[in-house]
């Protein structure tokens, strides 16, 4: 670890990271985006993820997500639990694209999960929500028959208003902005950015270079290495 790079996590108050894919490859969850990934193989993949395709042929929606989102064996790993440790001491806030409840089972406080979570399940019909077992067992809410679905964002919904504006806050108000395990190119969420405290550093831990619009220090490494040897 670089000095000057452990000194600046080791001075700052507030720490926002900005997190996606990467961060849970090495948990065994696949980038969706790779050149092997889902998006990638499967070119109609962001239509049956889209509510288009959940209200057209919710049986169909149904098994695509059961079959390519969920991962029970995945279990954190060292960057999911570093960061949640740092929001443990209340020094940053996470804010993922991820949906795989895995900053969750890390014990992670300050938490956005800018595009919703898998194991956050609820009836269409009644709002209730349900445990995660249940969906995996049937589309259908045993109470009252009301399709179940997953709390995420899907293609042609907007992003949680509440999401977005405490995500805004969190920018506003951090000294050290750390992106980690994601390119940075898919929007709204890469606009983020952009309502950062323009006093913050910038920060990137990422397998690929990036290209960003601010002054920002490029740590080009596995990010698993990274917070291995990363103080907290």
Do not use: W
């Not at 395709?53 to 954190?76: Q, R, V």
């Not at 913050?200 to 619009?213: G, K, T």
């Amino acid at each position: 670890m670089d000095a000057q790079i452990q000194q600046m996590f080791d001075d700052a108050k507030r720490i926002v990271f900005l997190t996606g894919a990467g961060v849970s490859t090495a948990s065994g969850i696949p980038d969706f985006r790779s050149a092997n990934g889902l998006y990638t193989q499967d070119k109609n993949a962001e239509y049956y993820l889209s509510h288009r395709y959940f209200s057209s042929d919710p049986e169909g929606f149904y098994e695509f997500c059961k079959k390519n989102l969920y991962f029970p064996d995945a279990k954190p790993n060292v960057i999911h639990q570093k960061q949640a440790a740092l929001t443990n001491q209340d020094r940053a806030t996470v804010i993922t694209q991820n949906i795989d409840n895995l900053y969750e089972e890390a014990g992670a406080t300050h938490l956005i999960d800018f595009h919703g979570n898998l194991y956050h399940v609820y009836c269409e019909q009644c709002g209730e929500t349900v445990p995660v077992a249940d969906y995996l067992k049937s589309r259908l809410h045993e109470k009252d028959g009301g399709p179940l679905r997953p709390d995420i964002v899907l293609y042609d919904e907007g992003i949680k208003q509440d999401d977005i504006m405490n995500s805004v806050r969190a920018l506003q108000a951090a000294d050290l902005v750390v992106i980690v395990g994601t390119s940075m190119k898919v929007y709204p969420f890469a606009g983020l950015l952009e309502y950062r405290n323009r006093d913050a550093q910038v920060l990137a831990i990422n397998q690929q270079e990036l290209q960003l619009s601010c002054d920002f220090t490029m740590v080009q490494t596995d990010a698993t290495k990274f917070f291995d040897e990363l103080r907290v």
